[in-house]
């Protein structure tokens, strides 16, 4: 795993609980440890990513606050582009 992706993952799994209800099932945008945004879909987040960070070094979190099992996808993927 991306080393950027796993630092944000994990900074990420930290602030969940706090915050507010309204960005339930929204996605996070996050670099360097911080949220840069939040999106309605998952789609235009990697639109804005992609533009923003053509580096790559960024990571989508949707917001939920319950544990999904993704199988085989639980881990993450460093995908360049879409």
């Known amino acids: 795993m991306n080393d950027h ?3 944000n993952f994990e900074v990420f799994q930290a602030i969940l609980p706090t915050l507010p209800a309204d960005k339930t099932g929204k996605f996070a945008l996050m670099r360097d440890k911080k949220i840069v945004e939040f999106f309605d879909s ?3 987040a990697m ?8 580096d790559t070094n960024y990571s989508l ?7 999904i099992d993704l199988g085989y996808f639980s881990n993450a993927l460093h995908i360049a582009s879409f």
């Not at 979190?61 to 544990?67: D, E, G, S, T």
Request: aromatic share 4%.
């Open 5 to 7: 992706v796993q630092e």
């Open 42 to 44: 998952a789609g235009d």
């Open 47 to 54: 639109k804005v990513a992609q533009l923003a960070f053509p």
């Open 61 to 67: 979190q949707q917001v939920i606050h319950r544990p």
